[in-house]
């Protein structure tokens, strides 16, 4: 166990390594200019050399790279003082330290600026993750149960419906009926209470949770047809089990393992920012930093985003390698067997 947590480690760190370089390479051979970006289209060659200097873009690519490593996560002092300009741009636990650099843009540390976003975009993911689920696995175990009937045909149209329509059509559509027609929802933003809050998460949770859950409901449908023809699921029913039992108890658990997977990256791409929805719902969350980090050519806050949505889509599978061994018994004899 130990020599396969360790394994696991090593491949997560890998594969964090492998994005970042790749994500490092991208944005430096891209043709603009981060320092103009920074300076202004109407700032004399100086300016924008000086600025190029003083954000270090005058270093070599391979020093870039370096250095970005080595202050990524260091060793510093505890407390360090506020003006340090060594550690200007760090956020300490203890003597350990992460360092994303500053905006060019807005001359912030990056850690902080997502630690101020990333709490929004969790909570839409997870608001979002929850509508999928709901939607997505009711609307698929009742289209199997009513498998072949017009309810499972209209279903089915709907789910087709759902995937085929961009999250902005539908963002679309629900702004105009819900915040413009009806006023009963605000039509974007954040607010400044938690009410406000609760309030403008719904349309775009909605608006990325009904294109998620016309997914999960073909694909559920799918896995419990699978199910249901099983010969413990016949056994069940020759034993007298009540119906709802057989269906949710028996076939639904064996049918949400596949499942599982499907809802881990989902939620880890949706922790990394939902660009469109946000934007479009003006939404304070990673997606729409990521937009106005790309085209003002903000290096450090590229580096971080794809930092937080490679972690994120890292630590959601190795939860959902957890879920599994909860999810099927047959994971934890093997587990235990091995031991042995």
């Not at 270093?59 to 003082?81: D, E, I, K, M």
């Not at 995937?163 to 009963?184: D, E, H, K, M």
């Not at 089990?241 to 028996?250: E, S, T």
């Not at 946000?278 to 003002?296: I, M, Y």
Request: glycine share 8%.
């Amino acid at each position: 166990m130990i020599r396969r947590a360790a394994w696991r480690a090593a491949t997560c760190l890998v594969v964090i390594w492998i994005v970042l370089t790749t994500a490092f390479l991208i944005h430096h051979v891209l043709p603009s200019d981060p320092a103009r970006a920074v300076a202004g289209p109407q700032a004399r060659p100086a300016d924008v050399e000086r600025i190029r200097k003083r954000l270090g873009l005058d270093q070599p690519l391979r020093t870039q790279y370096a250095t970005f490593f080595r202050r990524l996560v260091h060793v510093g002092p505890a407390s360090p003082p506020p003006k340090d300009p060594e550690h200007a741009s760090c956020s300490a636990w203890g003597r350990l330290h992460l360092d994303l650099g500053m905006s060019f843009q807005k001359r912030k540390p990056v850690a902080k600026l997502l630690g101020e976003r990333l709490p929004r975009t969790a909570l839409l993911a997870l608001a979002a993750i929850g509508v999928q689920i709901l939607i997505g696995v009711t609307a698929g175990v009742i289209a199997a149960i009513k498998r072949g009937r017009l309810l499972d045909h209209g279903m089915i149209a709907m789910t087709l419906i759902g995937v085929s329509t961009p999250t902005f059509i539908t963002g679309l559509v629900l702004q105009y009926w819900f915040a413009y027609r009806w006023r009963l929802l605000p039509l974007d933003g954040w607010g400044s209470t938690v009410a406000e809050h609760a309030a403008c998460m719904v349309l775009p949770a909605l608006t990325l949770g009904l294109f998620g859950a016309s997914f999960y409901a073909r694909f559920v449908r799918d896995e419990m047809l699978g199910q249901l023809r099983q010969d413990y699921v016949r056994t069940a029913r020759a034993k007298g089990a009540a119906g709802w039992r057989v269906v949710l108890l028996h076939a639904l658990r064996n049918a949400l393992m596949p499942l599982v997977t499907v809802v881990g990256m989902d939620l880890g791409a949706l922790l990394g920012g939902a660009i469109v929805t946000e934007k479009l719902f003006r939404w304070p969350g990673l997606g729409a930093l990521s937009v106005d980090a790309v085209v003002d050519r903000d290096g450090p806050v590229v580096m971080g985003i794809v930092l937080v949505a490679t972690l994120a889509v890292v630590l959601t599978n190795v939860l959902v390698d957890a879920l599994y061994a909860v999810l099927d018994p047959r994971l934890r004899s093997q587990g235990a067997t091995s031991r042995g």
